[in-house]
């Protein structure tokens, strides 16, 4: 269980040859993944490519938390699950694939819905945090209790045709609650449920997410702070925008911090993980 | 008094509060408040009193955008810029985006 | 086997229900994917995404060629492959990793090396296609039999940590050879085995050539002729580039076109499908 | 004579030939041959003279770029900006990219 620091297996240099002579990689980035842990919230549309690429590039262990079950209509985007899955657990049926793809990489399969009464106990075990999650109080907590645990967090979202990426929590860089101190009204936020998404934009999005906690285990991240933004069907697809540093003044994560322990994001955003429709949805 | 061509894009929802248009390129007075410089805070009641279709309480908050609303000028946090008190340039970009949260 | 061009099924309702209530998509856009059919040239990194998310997406047919065996070293990009399809072909197991995820698609595995005598057959089946191939001789063919067989082209390439995307033979875009009329020299080639690649790279521009296929079939693309330009190291990660129009000179595109038939293209380019080391690696 | 800024940028396997470096920002003259202004025929030998590394074939076919390397100014294929013929502006920003091939 513990894994070797030293030296990659003959296996290991056979499977990831491509990115053994790959400059700026090499072994030594290969080492750098074999022993870094990161941990997948969310085995949806963004969590599915995320973990099936960085299971198969190297990273020596993933987690996995997700406390819902593959249903048919998930099948459009969630592509690490599959119809024999049906019914069982989305945590579980990403474990499965993900075996099935790398049998070197270990996987930890969390059937939970994540809160503030385990969060702090789950993230602390990993190194890299990827928030693959689709509502707004999780995505508080998440920050929250990165901050905390002192983990860089690899945010990404996606709705409709357009996508969002960025990594909080690294470097100088601002946390959630630097660009958002307060959380959006209930009635501005809409969900894939409810305001659709095509399938491959989540798609686009969990593999930018790989790719940047991928950059940040062999510390290859020279970009300044930014959002990238994506939408299907704008030209250019993509623009990049610098962000503020972290905020001095942040209550979380600034120079005098009030917020020091985890809350009840649920009431402090107004709407929860499990609020599958909220009632007004204009945007 | 002369005037400034601004283009003005919206993205993550925040169309749909402006007739689901997603760029739109004005022009402004560069004094909205003589003798003062025409400044975000002034180009966002502007926007408000001239552009907004739908509920403006999902739009504005107070005398600035509502929260999850981040504003981008020329490409960058409009807090490197001086937020409300940035003065508008001439050929400005400005992007107004909402945070997205579906996965 | 005929596709039902009135309705969808029951089971698509349920299944695409977030495209469906998608503004710009919605029931239209779902119908136009189960009647559009698309060819993926390759089944390696860029065609694993891209068949993956076409295949969940709704695209009713899809074909899928590669002549080649699954090796351990592939699964560190060729996600729709797995360990225990070692050594079997890649486009049948490609079709299984498909029809396991949703058994609605109808999909063909052709287990062939593309060339100039079974080219013009396999496209004109189709009605876009995807080159997710890996050598530049397969690039002209696929480019000639597009322009020759009137098939939009979604071409995309990656190599370490860069990757590049285009669309060529499209509305009044150019066709390749209206960019590259002559190929570049066989020394200044480098492919993954030699160059290695970073495995989600690919995976990012393999959903990128999926998204741009789907925004084809939809009839959704109203962007300039582009080429996009990705760079895991650089910031921006993207620069979209405008391209020129088709040239009115092209020899096989142009008006006056003097490239009537497919060629021999190991030939014209000094290289071909089945070279896995150049001797010379500089580029 | 005055000088001209130029951002360079090479991708796709063309910094390879330069050192390795993707992005150089560059000051020539504004006229290389007086009296005419500097082209991009200019711009290309004095680069292969000035800046080149490696093997001057992999950059280089007569007097332009070889087969499969693509010249972008200011984001667009310069095709449409007269190729060759283009005279350089201060602040260009141009883009060399050699086309992949791998996948
Ligand atoms: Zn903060
Ligand atoms: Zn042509």
């Known amino acids: 269980d513990s894994p070797n620091l030293e030296d990659l297996t003959l296996a290991e240099y056979m499977r990831y040859g491509r990115q053994l002579i790959l400059p700026g990689f090499g072994k030594t980035g290969q080492l750098k993944l074999k022993n870094t842990s990161m941990l997948i919230v969310g085995a949806g549309g963004l969590g599915a490519p995320a973990a099936i690429y960085l299971a198969a590039t190297g990273v020596g262990k993933l987690g996995i938390i997700d406390h819902d079950t593959v249903e048919k209509s998930n099948l459009q985007r969630q592509i690490i699950h599959n119809e024999s899955r049906e019914g069982i657990s989305k945590a579980q049926s990403a474990k499965m694939t993900i075996e099935e793809l790398n049998s070197l990489c270990k ?9 503030s009464s385990n969060a702090l106990e789950i993230v602390k075990k990993y190194d890299i945090v990827i928030d693959a999650t689709d509502n707004v109080a999780t995505r508080y907590l998440l920050n929250d209790v990165c901050v905390i645990a002192g983990k860089p967090l690899v945010s990404g979202s996606a709705l409709r045709m357009d996508g969002q990426l960025t990594v909080y929590n690294y470097k100088r860089g601002p946390c959630y609650r630097c660009l958002f101190p307060k959380p959006p009204p209930p009635e501005s936020i809409l969900n894939c449920a409810d305001g659709g998404v095509l399938g491959v934009v989540t798609g ?45 003044d942040c209550g979380l994560c600034g120079e005098h911090p009030f917020i020091t322990e985890l809350q009840d994001y649920v009431q402090f955003c107004g709407s929860g993980a499990l609020d599958k429709s909220p009632s007004v949805k204009l945007l | 008094m002369s005037s400034l061509k601004v283009k003005l894009s919206f993205s993550g929802g925040v169309e749909l509060l402006f007739d689901n248009i997603k760029q739109k390129s004005i022009e402004i007075s560069s004094s909205i408040n003589p003798p003062n410089p025409t400044t975000m805070k002034d180009l966002i009641l502007w926007m408000k009193d001239n ?16 929260p999850g609303i981040l504003v981008l000028i020329n490409d960058s946090d409009w807090e490197l810029e001086g937020e409300l008190e940035y003065e508008i340039e001439d050929g400005d970009d400005i992007v107004f985006i909402s945070t997205l949260h579906g996965g």
């Open chain 1, 107 to 115: 996987c930890v399969a969390y059937e939970v819905l994540l809160d």
């Open chain 1, 204 to 248: 686009i999005i969990g593999c930018l997410q790989a790719l940047q906690a991928i950059k940040i285990a062999i510390e290859n991240d020279e970009s300044p702070n930014n959002l990238l933004i994506f939408s299907a069907t704008s030209y250019p697809l993509f623009r990049s925008m610098k962000l503020r540093s972290k905020k001095k």
């Open chain 2, 51 to 66: 552009l907004l279709k739908e509920r403006p309480e999902l739009f504005m908050s107070g005398d600035t955008v509502r």
